[in-house]
């Protein structure tokens, strides 16, 4: 006969189990899991993604670091915790890095805080002396070169030095339940490496203190700043999941202007490009941002690559690419859209498919303010395919392309060269998704 203590272990283990096919039943889609025997509760650390959750699932899936032992198994709470845990770039074996409390990506090994003007003391570069130096009326339309140029660079180098962050592969990086875990300031680069986890993490503020003025940007020139709080260069088999994105505590509107133009902070949030291939991207936060998910660097980027799967997300306060898609084959479903002007970010659009994009958008959701026009949610360049059906605008039925194609010279195609079969999780109605995924995105929903 089993001992009191070991039935009540196993009614810890059915209720849990109970727990994760309500969840299921309910409609929320597939809930990964692993049950920690001594607390009879979910550990995120350990998890890998489920079977058919996306395209990160596909071959030999994505298990991140979850077969890491317990010498390489991190809590970290500093910027300088955070670098040693992550070792070196070429290290593959498998860690878990677990992130408590919030970490500022600009302090030094010892904690101080770092300011644009630690990071520029010592190169020779201000503002004023770089605006006077590349002055549109007296510099012209060229790229810019010479001492102020060069000086730019290297505060910028030091800079990058201290909060861009390189993932190994083998990886899971989560923020600790409780905690409002997260960084800020910082910049998470996953590059030509396989098989990362990035999970329940806040990843705010991530600022470029030395934004490039390019005057042959655009027919007005334009300020260029490094930095995605994500950033995926070559990168296979990702798993991003109950992450929050968003630019506070500063926004675009306070932004200086420059020359006429914006003198832009903030890159991407999520950016994946240079070859990157089989990511699922899922129930996340995005918000307060402009560009925010490039999918794909050029329109030469990589064929046969950039295969993404975006489910389960919420965009709200999104200026435009949400995503932009290039070439890949993306499946977009189960995503909430709120396209009301916030804290300034007012929408372009919401999906650019081109440079032969194969996207499949299906069963998402988007919410329009009076006045707003169905046509403006898609953009391309003429070469582009949007497939799908189901979506839904302030909950009716809508065929985004035909509106978009009755407004617009350079059509969006209605067919794709693909199928979407990983697809574990997917709900063929968007009706409930505005007031479900509220609640069910972004980090600290996961405990």
């Not at 077969?67 to 860690?95: C, E, I, M, N, W």
């Amino acid at each position: 006969m089993a001992s009191p203590s070991h039935r009540r272990s196993l009614r810890k283990r059915r209720t849990a189990l109970l727990s994760v096919a309500a969840v299921a039943a309910a409609g929320l889609g597939a809930v990964p899991f692993v049950m920690n025997a001594n607390a009879g509760a979910v550990d995120l650390a350990h998890q890998a993604l489920p079977a058919k959750d996306g395209w990160a699932a596909s071959g030999s899936g994505t298990t991140g670091g979850s077969k890491a032992d317990s010498a390489h198994t991190f809590t970290v709470s500093t910027r300088a915790q955070l670098v040693k845990a992550l070792g070196s770039a070429t290290d593959s074996t498998p860690k878990i890095i677990k992130i408590k409390g919030t970490i500022d990506a600009n302090t030094d090994d010892a904690g101080k805080k770092l300011t644009c003007a630690d990071y520029a003391s010592g190169t020779g570069y201000s503002l004023s002396a770089y605006l006077k130096a590349f002055d549109p009326a007296t510099y012209g339309k060229k790229a810019p070169s010479g001492t102020q140029e060069k000086a730019r660079a290297a505060a910028q180098t030091k800079q990058k030095k201290n909060i861009v962050f390189r993932v190994p592969a083998n990886t899971t990086v989560v923020g600790v339940p409780g905690t409002k875990a997260g960084i800020t300031g910082g910049s998470l680069q996953v590059q030509d490496v396989d098989n990362v986890i990035i999970r329940n993490l806040s990843l705010t503020a991530t600022e470029d203190c030395f934004p490039q003025w390019d005057p042959t940007d655009g027919s007005a020139g334009e300020w260029n700043s490094n930095y995605d709080s994500v950033t995926l260069r070559g990168a296979t088999h990702v798993w991003a999941d109950h992450n929050t994105f968003s630019d506070a505590p500063f926004f675009d509107k306070s932004e200086q202007t420059h020359f006429g133009r914006k003198y832009q902070v903030h890159d991407g949030a999520l950016d994946i490009t240079n070859g990157s291939d089989l990511v699922t991207v899922e129930r996340n936060q995005f918000t307060n941002h402009d560009k925010t998910m490039l999918i794909g660097s050029s329109d030469t980027d990589s064929v046969g690559k950039l295969r993404v799967s975006i489910h389960h997300n919420v965009w709200k306060g999104i200026t435009q690419r949400a995503p932009l898609a290039r070439i890949g084959q993306i499946h977009l479903y189960n995503n909430v859209y709120d396209t009301t002007t916030l804290n300034g970010y007012a929408p372009k659009y919401s999906l650019d498919s081109r440079a032969k994009a194969q996207v499949v958008a299906e069963h998402n959701s988007w919410t329009l303010p009076s006045g707003a026009k169905v046509a403006k949610l898609l953009s391309g360049d003429g070469t582009g395919s949007v497939a799908g059906t189901g979506n839904l605008v302030n909950g009716k039925s809508t065929d985004l392309v035909a509106a978009y194609n009755s407004a617009n010279s350079k059509k969006l195609k209605t067919t794709v060269n693909w199928k979407p079969t990983l697809t574990s999780g997917l709900q063929t109605s968007a009706t409930t998704l505005p007031t479900e995924l509220l609640k069910t995105t972004g980090a600290g929903v996961l405990s």
